[in-house]
């Protein structure tokens, strides 16, 4: 049944409704009745009243709002926006003070003279951008004169040792060793000092010369050159060689004999730790790495099979850098072995409580903790703590390393001032050679131990060490670090600085040949250059960033050509200092590069196995 609504709708009405009639009709009249109440205000209000009553509306679209928060909305915005543009105005337009960088400090300064020493001292055709005016391309004929091994046919390149021409490459190898040791180590500091691709070119120049010293692409060996040129004046003879004569490198006219072993344990591991660690420099570039590796896997393996010390079989050898040991080259070269393949036969091998033995790990004596181009055992003992302080490998390495480890931290302290291991001068350099002449060189390798020691501490969480019942923070250690190698830089009695061009005050008369002979267009023989060695002027070129040899035991220092032990600067006495300067420079919260050493070594302990599969029904 339906009915009518009286709003216009229609009206079902069941016939099941519990509601009566008379409600049905009470219930519209209510309606109407309300409908006509609301008819009669209409009415009765009046036209002012109905136009106040009306609220105004803005249609955005998507939304409608009342105009007045619309108005209020938009004049906000305004506001907003003026008030921001006239801030920014002001920003603009008012001077503002520029807050420098702080000036680097004094081991960064040093730093960027003493890696261009190195500049200085490259041999054969050099890079157009080499920045030391005073030299040129030399030596292009080194290695193709004949009377070499037929795998040995171009040894031009590399670098010369000292203030002479001639080629050592057992000290040379310590000095890219020691270079490659600091970048793997203070990389974010070389980039901080705007040095790392600096430094790296040097270290490669290095290591391609090595890979010319032998037979490179092959896997096994029986010869290496040992050394270029010659320096021998004994017995009186006039013969022209590297020291008889004093002439430019570019220059020299006459024969430069190689020499070659086939018994050098030393020297071929030493360049296999060159190689294998500038491996981990290079590693981004992995086609240069791995020929790195290959060479140092080719000589490792040589000096291991054909024993025997590389000066025994050369005189000269065993007169300007005599080798005692190949048992600290093999713990040395084999720890960077391990560190550039992840072979842990190496390991093995570094660890060996007999390799160790023969190198002096367990009986000290006066030179024990002193590193040197001779004698690695400290920088190797120092190299493998690191590895038990980061990574822990455990059974079988454990008792080997807990002993390195210790005896690197009663290393540490033999460098205190409260200890009298070694003495010190009245001005406060430590006498690592106790008295004998060329003191600086060992210094500085101390420092960048001490330096790199304490940041390994730190890195580790470690505030410190122990030496007997006292403890002494890290920072000890960089304080040792510090005093030294500010006393080369010139806070001691002399007030002079011993690396060439930096600071007001330094050698004049440094044992340089090259330095010593002006850039005049004349071409001095190898007498004629003698008038310039043994001029009292000053040399006419300035060979910057070169640390000579040092003071003696009583802080005294003679700035006088002819005396090497005093004014002779050397490519591993100027690798230390860099790798020292770089472990100093910048900021402290640097640190080290806790990674990079490792990026060949693989998980020390077996892979877990992977989690079972999930249970389907």
Known sequence: MYGRDPWGGPLEIHATDSATDDERSRNLQEVDRAALDETQQSW????????????????????????????WTVGTLAVCA?????????????????????????????????????????SGKLPRHNNVSWRGNSCMQDGKSGGTSSAIKDLVGGFYDAGDAIKFNFPKSFAITMLSWSVIEYSAKYEAAG??????????WGTDYF????????????????????????????????????????DIDYDRPVTECNHCSDLAAEMAAALAAASIVFKDNKAYSQK??????????????????????STEASIFYNSTSYWDEFVWGGAWMYFATGNSSYLKLATTPGIAKHAGAFWGGPDYGVLSWDNKLTGAQVLLSRLRLFLSPGYPYEEILRTFHNQTGIIMCSYLP??????????????LNHGRPQPLQYVVNAAFLAALYSDYLDAADTPGWYCGPNFFSTDVLRDFAKTQIDYILGKNPRRMSYVVGFGNHYPKHVHHRGASIPKNKIKY????????????KPNPNTIVGAMVAGPDKHDGFHDVRTNYNY????????????????????????????????????PMFPTPPPPPAPWKP
């Open 525 to 536: 023989n190898c007498k004629g250059g003698w008038k310039w060695r043994d001029t009292s």
């Open 195 to 204: 040095e790392l691709a600096h430094v790296k070119d040097i270290i490669k």
């Open 211 to 250: 890979l010319k010293t032998f037979n490179s692409t092959a896997d096994t060996i029986n010869t290496l050159a040992a050394q270029v040129g010659s320096g021998d004046t004994s017995a009186g003879s006039t013969t022209p060689n590297d020291h008889y004569c004093w002439m430019r490198p570019e």
């Open 292 to 313: 790195l590796v290959h060479g140092a896997t080719t000589l490792f393996k040589f000096s291991r099979e054909q024993r025997g010390r590389y000066s025994l079989a």
């Open 418 to 431: 409260m200890f009298t291991s070694f003495n010190r001068t009245r001005g406060g350099l430590i006498q």
């Open 82 to 122: 003026f008030l921001a543009g006239f801030i920014t105005l002001i920003v603009k337009t008012v001077p503002r003070h520029h807050h420098k960088k702080p000036p680097p400090d004094n081991y960064t300064l040093a730093l960027h003279k003493a890696l261009l020493f190195f500049n200085a001292q490259k």
């Open 44 to 71: 009765l209000l009046g036209a002012g009243e109905q136009k106040k009553k009306k609220k105004k509306y803005v249609d955005l679209g998507c939304i409608i709002v009342s105009r007045k928060i619309f108005l």
């Open 567 to 602: 004014t002779e600067p050397t490519l591993a006495g100027n690798a230390g200092l860099v790798a020292a300067l770089v472990a100093l420079s910048g900021d402290k919260s640097m640190g080290i590069d806790k990674n990079t050493l490792f990026s060949a070594v693989p």
